[in-house]
């Protein structure tokens, strides 16, 4: 077994990468990372790299949120607000949430690192060029956004169809330098909140569910007026919809996000943060959007990923089976 010391060591490139490529640290910046308990030894490689950058860094630790998409402390919030670089390492997001959405209004640069692993930090999806790949994740972007329509279909069953009207999609390259933006890294993608209450369909879920894992026994949803009315399927379906009663909030249940996998680094690993980053899938999202676009606030956000899917957009193939055609 590796030592805790000995992984620190082969951690801190992926973490210098983080500071130093992703979120641009500059000396002298006020920088956040906001941890859990279980999420504790890639804060301390994070915190590493910024105090070798010359940031003046916090660490904040709390308790794992239950699921995606529940609020930090009252403490935290305020300490996000006052920061140049918020981090947030953690076992559960706080991406979609007030506090996240206040920080980046606020001006902080914010990456956040939900489920993250310390192999992630080693090797795997942390290795892509997010400079080159930002091209690419830009110009998916700006189809999405054009579009009045998209479709998604697969070899496993999924049959959905959503209005993008009016929505501006969202460009993930791994990359947060600028005043107020946002980013996931080793995550590349391009996503967009589909107009409620538009989408209508089936979605087979054969590839990750976040706060769940891998799928080792597909999961049905059945979409009608942009709202899951069906989960299907063996254990992965019943702890979905566990996941969705547990926010006690009929919002919980909407479609909110597509989004195309973009990273050629990325695999399957029964993380969010790279499995929805996996070059060629869509993962489809229920929950809040109202941080990216959309109207609805509803305590958690919950990323679906189809595997060798199909995506359209106003009838013409972006995406054929898993293989990217912009």
């Known amino acids: 077994m590796m030592s805790t010391d000995f992984k620190q060591i082969l951690m801190f490139p992926g973490a210098r990468k983080l500071v130093d490529v992703c979120a641009a640290v500059q000396q002298g910046e006020k920088v956040l990372i906001v941890t859990d308990v ?7 490689s994070i915190a590493s790299a910024c105090v070798a950058r010359g940031a003046e860094v916090v660490v904040m630790i709390m308790t794992p949120r239950k699921v995606h998409g529940i609020e930090p402390p009252a403490p935290i919030v305020a300490a996000m607000s006052a920061a140049d670089v918020v981090f947030e390492p953690t076992s559960k997001s706080i991406a979609h949430t007030a506090a996240t959405q206040g920080a980046r209004e606020k001006g902080a640069r914010v990456i956040t690192l939900a489920e993250i692993t310390e192999e992630m930090l080693i090797s795997g999806a942390i290795e892509a060029d997010f400079e080159a790949q930002k091209q690419t994740t830009e110009r998916v972007m700006e189809a999405l956004s054009q579009a009045s329509k998209a479709r998604v279909y697969s070899d496993a069953g999924t049959e959905i169809e959503m209005s993008l009207e009016g929505r501006r999609g969202r460009a993930l390259t791994g990359l947060a ?18 107009v409620e209450g538009t989408a209508n369909g089936v979605v087979i879920v054969d590839a990750s569910i976040s706060g769940i894992g891998l799928i080792s026994n597909p999961v049905r949803i059945k979409v009608q007026e942009g709202v899951a009315r069906a989960i299907e ?21 909407y ?41 609805i606030r ?11 899917p199909t995506l359209e957009l106003d009838g013409k193939v ?8 912009i």
């Open 38 to 44: 279980e999420r504790i030894s890639v804060a301390k």
């Open 177 to 194: 330098c600028e005043r107020g933006s946002y980013s996931s890294p080793p995550n590349i993608e391009a996503s967009i909140a589909p």
């Open 233 to 253: 399927g063996g254990e992965e379906a019943r702890k979905l919809r566990q996941m969705l009663k547990s926010a006690n909030n009929p919002y919980a249940y």
């Open 255 to 295: 479609i909110a996000e597509l989004g195309i996998g973009l990273n050629p680094k990325a695999s399957l690993k029964g993380s969010l943060l790279e499995d929805e980053a996996v070059l060629g899938t869509v993962h489809i999202a229920l929950g809040s959007n109202a941080d990216f676009g959309g109207t």
């Open 298 to 308: 509803a305590g958690l956000h919950v990323d679906s990923i189809i595997w060798k």
């Open 318 to 325: 972006i995406l054929e089976e898993g293989e990217l055609r």
